[in-house]
């Protein structure tokens, strides 16, 4: 008897899958560093959060045009309800992915420092914030930028719960259940 491979995704989608995750988590344990750093140093640590956030989503916005345009493969056939929360995890993902870096340049563009240091993407290409928040008054400003800072890291917070639920779904069907998920999305 011949062993059948799962339907896997494809290359782009696994390569995309991986980048992105692997920025994510970098930029996770770079912005929990953030008060381990002397104030001196932290400065150029925000700026490569900043950048990675910006590159996240960038390849999110690549990663949904490929998903939109090229089918996935099936879920297996799992229990209704797995199958339903796999779907819903995979959109609350695709959601985070979007809006943990809208709000985290948001924040930026509500810094009342803004206008005095100009965003650089990895310290060397001008980025630009978003006006409307940068333009706003003073004491405004101030409030959007706190707000914002908390949806930030609260959607972060989300993000972790979210990447424990994921992995522990893909691990209970790869060992426990003995069946190939992870072959589904590696390389």
């Known amino acids: 008897m011949q062993l059948r491979l799962p339907e896997r995704y494809a290359k782009p989608a696994i390569v995309l899958h991986w980048v992105i995750a692997t920025l994510m988590a970098l930029n996770l344990g770079i912005a929990w560093s953030f008060d381990l750093v002397a104030k001196s140093g932290s400065g150029s640590l925000k700026g490569m959060h900043k950048s990675i956030g910006i590159l996240v989503l960038g390849l999110a916005i690549t990663r ?65 914030r978003f006006g409307w928040l940068e333009h706003l008054a003073p004491a405004t400003k101030e409030q959007w930028h706190t707000v914002l800072l908390q949806l930030h890291i609260s959607l972060a917070y989300v993000l972790c719960a979210a990447f424990v639920v994921h992995v522990a779904g893909a691990l209970k069907h790869q060992f426990l259940e003995r069946k190939p998920e992870l072959q589904r999305m590696w390389f």
């Not at 998903?67 to 799992?78: D, K, Q």
């Not at 985290?104 to 420092?113: L, P, Q, V």
């Open 64 to 128: 949904l045009l490929w998903r939109l345009t090229h089918t996935p493969p099936p879920i297996p056939p799992y229990a209704e309800w797995e199958r339903r929360s796999a779907r819903a995890m995979h959109w609350l993902l695709y959601a985070l992915m979007f809006c943990i870096p809208l709000t985290g340049w948001a924040n930026d563009s509500a810094w009342k420092g803004a206008a005095t240091h100009p965003l650089r993407l990895f310290y060397v290409v001008p980025w630009f």
